[in-house]
C-alpha cells in the first residue's frame, strides 16, 4: 500500500451515510519509468479496518496532491495513513506474477512467476456465470467442476436446487450466487481460489451447506505466501435464515468464515487462517439478524488480522466466535478457538450462552465482553450472558477475560459466570473488569469475592483454576543469595535517591512486633527510592524473593522491582515493577519471576550485577524491611512450561504424537498433562473429527501438601493454612 496524507472530508451519499469522495496523496510519488496517474486508473482503498473499495480516478488536482474518484467510498475517510494503491495500466507490470487487461485493444500483458511464455496457461475470464440457474426450481446438478469464469453458478430467486460435487476454481467474484434462494441442498463442493465469497446467500431460506471444503476466498497464496491484491470480501459462507452449515473445512479466508442469519445451525466445521487481508473478523460472525442460531462443535483457527494499509493507532482484531452489535438467543457451545487475537468477543449482544468451550492461546483475550453503547436500554446493552464450564488456557501474560463496559460503573449484570476452567501455567490474571471510574486486574480467587454495593456478586461459582495442578512444587529452591540480610555494619551496602526536597534516610535497628533486625527506610520531602546490595542473577533461572515489611501510615504505596544495578544498564530483571500496599503491621510479601537477562557483577565492563530497589516510598513515609531473601529455583530437572493445542481439522480420525518427539525437548513428552482433568498424556492421542484437546507441562514429582509453592522435603513449616504468604522455607510471617 500508498498511504493517504490526509483525513477526507465526509459527504453524504443518497443511503444517508456518510462517504468521502477523493484521496489526498504525496505529490511527489515516485511512479516506475514510463509510468503515470491519468483518469480512468483503478485506485483501491482501504477505508477501516474491514473494508476496501475500488473506483477509477475521476480527476487529479494541478499540483497532484488530491485524486478525485469516480464514485464515493465504502466509508468515510477519518484517517491519514489509509492504504491505497493503482491497477488498469501496463507500465504496472514490472514484477513476476502480475498482468494487465487493456479492454480496448483487448490485450492481456502477463509476466509469468517462472519467467517463461504464457503461451496457453494463462486466459482472462469473460464469462459472466459458469452455470445460470435463475429463477429455476427443483433442479439437481452432480459431479461437475467450473472454472476461469466471473461468477461460479448464479442460483439466486430459485427453490430446490441440490448441487452435489461440484468443483469450482479461478472465480473471479462469487463462487456459487444464492440470493433469496430457498430450500437449497449444497454437498461435498470443493470451491477454491474465489476473488469475492464462495457462497453468497443473502435473504435466502432453508439452504445447507455439507461437507464441503473451500479454500483460499478472497486471498491468493503460493508456498503459503500471499501473493494477490487485497480487495474488498465478505464471509466465505454468508446465509440467511434457517441455514445449515455443518462439516465443512474452510481455509484461507481474506475476511470472516461463516455467517448465517436467524435460527440456523454452525456445526462442526473447521475454520482456519482466516482474516489473511483484512481486520475486525471473525471465523464466525453473527449480529442482531440471528436470532435463534446454534453454533456447536466448531473448530477455530489461526485468525491474522490484517494491519496493512491501517495507520498506527489500529491492532490485529481477529476474533474466533464473534457476537456483535445486538446479537441475541444464540447458543455457542462445545467450540474451541486458539490462536486468534479474541477466542470470543461478545459486543453490545445479549441473552447468549456461551458452554463448554474451550479457549487457547489467543493472544490478547480468550474472552471479551465489551459493552459499548446503551441504545438497547439505560444501564447498557449487554444483559444475561451466561458463560459457563468453559476452559480458559492463555499462553501469554494477558488476562484470561476482558469483561467491562463504557456505559455505567455497575458491570453485575452484564454477564453469568460459573464453572469455569483456568490455567494460570503463563499467568495468575483470571479478569481485566473495566468500568468508567476503574480498571482491575483479578486472580480467581479476587474475581469470586466481588461485590457491587456490598452485595456479593456470585462469580464464577464452582470455578476452578485447574493448571498448574495443585498439591506440587515447580521445583526445589537453592540458599538465598540476598547479601547482608542481618543489615549488619548499620545496612551496609543499601542506596539512597529522590528527586530533592530532602534526604532520605536508611539505618538498621530491633524489629518493633517481629524478632530480629529490620532496615528502616525513611522518605524525606519527596518520594525516595532505596536499593540492596549487589549479587548475581542468571538469565533463564526462576527467583523467589520474599521480604516482611510494615509502614508509618496505612496504604503506604511502595514498589519492588529486581533490576540491572548499572553502570551500563537498570533494566528490570522480573518484568512489570510489583505494586503494593502497606500497612501499619507486619505482613509477608513474595513474588517469583524468570530472569529475563544475566546480571554478574564485572568490573571490567562496569557492570554491578543485580539488586533489588524498593521504590516511590512516599514523602514523610517510612517502611520497615525485614527477612529478606532472594532463593533461586534449582534448575536440575526443572520443567520449561509449555502448552500445546492439539486439534484434529481433518474429516477422519487421526492420531497425533507428542509434539517434542525427536528434539532436544522430547523430555518433555512424559511430562504432558490433559487440561483441564490432570491426567498423564499417553502418546500418542487419537482425536476423531474436529476433536480438540490441550496438554500442558508440569514436574509432578515434588508433593506439596500444603500448597504453598514449597515441596514437602524443604518445607519445615508443615500445614501452613493455605493463601498464606511464604517463603522459600515454606513458613509465614512470623513462623
Known amino acids: 500500500y500508498l498511504g493517504t496524507t490526509a483525513a477526507s472530508s465526509a459527504v453524504m451519499g443518497t443511503d444517508g451515510r456518510p462517504h468521502s469522495s477523493y484521496i489526498d496523496v504525496n505529490p511527489s510519488l ?3 519509468p514510463g509510468g503515470s496517474l491519468m483518469p480512468g486508473l483503478g485506485v483501491h482503498i482501504r ?3 474491514w473494508a476496501i473499495s475500488s473506483h477509477k480516478i475521476a480527476s487529479i488536482s494541478s499540483d497532484g496532491s488530491r485524486i ?8 468515510p475517510l477519518n484517517f491519514a495513513g489509509l492504504g491505497y494503491y493503482f491497477t488498469g495500466a501496463r507500465w504496472m507490470v514490472d514484477s513476476d506474477g502480475e498482468w494487465n487487461f487493456d479492454p480496448n485493444n483487448k490485450l492481456l500483458v502477463a509476466r509469468t512467476r517462472d519467467g517463461q511464455s504464457p503461451g496457453d496457461r494463462i486466459a482472462y475470464a469473460t464469462l459472466p456465470y459458469g452455470i445460470n440457474l435463475k429463477a429455476r426450481l427443483f433442479i439437481t446438478i452432480e459431479n461437475i467442476g467450473v472454472e476461469g469464469v466471473v461468477n461460479g453458478i448464479l442460483m439466486s430467486n430459485t427453490e430446490g436446487i441440490v448441487l452435489n460435487s461440484i468443483r469450482l476454481s479461478r472465480i473471479n467474484e462469487i463462487g456459487i450466487g444464492a440470493l433469496a434462494a430457498k430450500k437449497a441442498r449444497m454437498d461435498k463442493l470443493d470451491i477454491s481460489h474465489v476473488g469475492e465469497g464462495a457462497i453468497l446467500g443473502w435473504d435466502s431460506d432453508d439452504v445447507s451447506v455439507t461437507n464441503s471444503q473451500f479454500d483460499q476466498i478472497g486471498v491468493l497464496k503460493l508456498n503459503d505466501r500471499i501473493v494477490g491484491l487485497p480487495t474488498h470480501t465478505i464471509t466465505a459462507i454468508t446465509l440467511a435464515n434457517n441455514s445449515i452449515v455443518k462439516g465443512n473445512l474452510i481455509k484461507n479466508v481474506s475476511y470472516g468464515g461463516i455467517n448465517v442469519r436467524r435460527t440456523s445451525l454452525i456445526e462442526d466445521n473447521r475454520v482456519s487462517d482466516f482474516c489473511l487481508e483484512l481486520n475486525d473478523c471473525g471465523g464466525i460472525i453473527l449480529d442482531s439478524s440471528a436470532v435463534g442460531t446454534r453454533v456447536v462443535g466448531n473448530l477455530l483457527q489461526r485468525g491474522l488480522g490484517n494491519v496493512d494499509g491501517l495507520p498506527s493507532l489500529f491492532y490485529s482484531h481477529s476474533v474466533g466466535l464473534y457476537a456483535d452489535n445486538g446479537a441475541n438467543q444464540i447458543e455457542f457451545s462445545g467450540n474451541a478457538v486458539t490462536g486468534t487475537d479474541f477466542g470470543m468477543l461478545v459486543h453490545d449482544s445479549y441473552d447468549l450462552t456461551i458452554a463448554n468451550n474451550t479457549f487457547h492461546g489467543n493472544r490478547r483475550y480468550q474472552l471479551w465482553v465489551q459493552e459499548t453503547s446503551s441504545s438497547l436500554r439505560a444501564d447498557g446493552n449487554i444483559v444475561n450472558v451466561k458463560v459457563d464450564t468453559n476452559k480458559f488456557f492463555p499462553t501469554l501474560k494477558s488476562a484470561v477475560v476482558r469483561h467491562g463496559t463504557t456505559q455505567n460503573n455497575d458491570p453485575s449484570d452484564m454477564s453469568v459466570f460459573a464453572g469455569n476452567q ?25 474475581w469470586q469475592q466481588l461485590t457491587m454495593s456490598g452485595v456479593p456478586r456470585n462469580l464464577d461459582v464452582g470455578g476452578e483454576v485447574s493448571a498448574p495442578l495443585a498439591g506440587y512444587a515447580k521445583g526445589l529452591f537453592d540458599p538465598s543469595i540476598f547479601p547482608n540480610p542481618s543489615f549488619s555494619n548499620n545496612a551496609q551496602g543499601w542506596a539512597k535517591w529522590n528527586s530533592g526536597g530532602g534526604t532520605p534516610t536508611f539505618n538498621a535497628e530491633a524489629c518493633t512486633g517481629l524478632a530480629g533486625t529490620c532496615i528502616k527506610l525513611s522518605s524525606a520531602g519527596s518520594p525516595s527510592n532505596f536499593s540492596s546490595p549487589y549479587f548475581t542473577i542468571n538469565k533463564g533461572r526462576f527467583y523467589k524473593y520474599t521480604f516482611d515489611a510494615r509502614a508509618s501510615s496505612s496504604n503506604v504505596t511502595l514498589e519492588t522491582m529486581l533490576r540491572r544495578a548499572g553502570n551500563t544498564s537498570y533494566a528490570s530483571l522480573q518484568g512489570d515493577t510489583k505494586k503494593l500496599l502497606i500497612g501499619t503491621t507486619w505482613q509477608r510479601y513474595t513474588l517469583t ?5 544475566n546480571a554478574i557483577p564485572n568490573t571490567a565492563i562496569s557492570d554491578n550485577g543485580a539488586r533489588l530497589d524498593f521504590l516511590t516510598i512516599p514523602a514523610g513515609q517510612t517502611v520497615w524491611l525485614a527477612n529478606i531473601e532472594i532463593s533461586p ?19 477422519s480420525t487421526r492420531s497425533f504424537d507428542c509434539p517434542e518427539t525427536g528434539s532436544s525437548l522430547s523430555s518433555l ?23 480438540s484437546k490441550v496438554v500442558f507441562t508440569q514436574d509432578i514429582s515434588h508433593p506439596d501438601l500444603d500448597r504453598d509453592g514449597v515441596a514437602n522435603s524443604q518445607d519445615i513449616c508443615a500445614d501452613t493454612p493455605q493463601g498464606t504468604v511464604v517463603n522459600a522455607k515454606g513458613c509465614g510471617l512470623g513462623q
Open 593 to 597: 519471576f524468570l530472569a529475563t537477562d
Open 422 to 446: 483456568y490455567a494460570n501455567l503463563f499467568t495468575d490474571k483470571v479478569v481485566l473488569e473495566y468500568i468508567p471510574a476503574s480498571s482491575n486486574h483479578y486472580g480467581l480467587n479476587a
Open 30 to 32: 515516485q511512479l516506475p
Open 633 to 651: 529455583v534449582d534448575t536440575n530437572g526443572l520443567v520449561k512450561d509449555s502448552s500445546v493445542f492439539i486439534g484434529n481439522d481433518s474429516a
Open 68 to 75: 478525485t474518484l469516480d464514485t464515493l467510498t465504502r466509508y
Open 47 to 49: 477505508n477501516n479496518m
Open 669 to 691: 513428552c512424559s511430562k504432558y498433562l490433559e487440561f483441564p482433568v490432570g491426567n498423564q498424556v499417553i502418546w500418542p492421542i487419537t482425536l476423531l473429527p474436529r476433536e
